[in-house]
């Protein structure tokens, strides 16, 4: 049986409000009553309009009015979809969370096989035990719709950071394209699944390594996982403006504002929403492929 795909948000209700429920019909007393104002205003209708002719500017008495009515008429045309609007991201970076509590340094780290599914790609696992928490690693994505630099903080998520770098040294990300697109509500790109579906992974998993003061805005990267605990593996996301999402996501590096002009030029070439999951984000349309990823 199937896994349903990563995602890097749970947001309930984002599907939509809950209908309203169906209301009763009016009984023939409140029908006469609706018959007989409709009646009234027929009527109060008529005399405003004679007043208004017989007396020009009764309707715009000056220029606060005028422009009042001018607004009213504008909010009544037709907006454009989602589709045809480009992206809006904030012009302002989120700043790089940071633990109350420094962890231990060195920290221990495992990465326990993923008994649910086979690996999109044969890679190993990068050694369990201690490992460094302390310290940066900038990393260069090359794709084909630009550079995307990545500066990975171990002091944030030590062993997420050491699976990246793993990954990236193994080439488990060369040649794979980013699948996913939000634009509105979600602005992000999600990537790091050779299959290109949102279902693969490394086969195996990591620790989350959360904490209730992270934050995810334009600038941050993170790692997608499941609705289940510790269940990211290779597919990360990359924020570009807004996120509004719980504290359930591994923040393990930043975004250089190079590689957030990389994601605005393919967030401004909008969403392929009809091979998306349905939720108003889907495969980007300018396309991303990884090239290559550059550690140091």
Not at 95 to 122: I, Q
Not at 144 to 149: L, R, S, W
Not at 168 to 176: F, P, R, S, V
Request: net charge negative; proline share 11%; aromatic share 6%.
């Amino acid at each position: 049986m199937s896994q349903p795909p990563q995602q890097p948000y749970q947001q309930p209700g984002w599907y939509g409000a809950p209908q309203q429920p169906p209301q009763p019909p009016p009984s023939n007393k409140t029908a006469l009553w609706i018959g007989i104002g409709v009646l009234g205003l027929v009527v109060v209708v008529a005399v405003v309009a004679i007043t208004g002719f017989v007396a020009p500017g009764f309707f715009l008495s000056d220029s606060k009015g005028k422009s009042a009515v001018a607004s009213s008429s504008s909010s009544q045309a037709p907006t454009s979809s989602a589709e045809d609007t480009p992206a809006q991201s904030p012009a302002g970076r989120t700043e790089l969370p940071k633990r109350t509590t420094p962890l231990a340094d060195p920290t221990d780290c495992a990465y326990p096989a993923d008994t649910t599914k086979e690996p999109a790609k044969k890679v190993n696992p990068p050694a369990a035990g201690p490992t460094p928490a302390s310290g940066t690693t900038a990393v260069t994505v090359k794709t084909t719709a630009g550079d995307i630099g990545l500066t990975l903080d171990r002091a944030l998520a030590p062993c997420t950071v050491a699976n990246f770098l793993s990954l990236a040294q193994q080439g488990y990300y060369d040649g794979h394209s980013c699948h996913r697109l939000g634009t509105s509500g979600l602005q992000m790109l999600q990537c790091g699944d050779p299959e290109g579906t949102g279902m693969g992974g490394s086969g195996y998993t990591i620790p989350d390594e959360i904490f209730p003061q992270l934050k995810y805005g334009r600038g941050i990267l993170a790692m997608a996982k499941t609705q289940n605990p510790d269940s990211g593996g290779s597919q990360f996301f990359m924020v570009f403006g807004a996120a509004e999402l719980p504290p359930e996501y591994t923040v393990f590096g930043s975004i250089s504002d190079a590689g957030l002009q990389t994601l605005d030029k393919v967030a401004s070439g909008g969403v392929d929403e009809a091979k998306g999951p349905g939720d108003g984000t889907g495969p980007p349309r300018v396309p991303v492929t990884f090239q290559s990823v550059a550690v140091g």
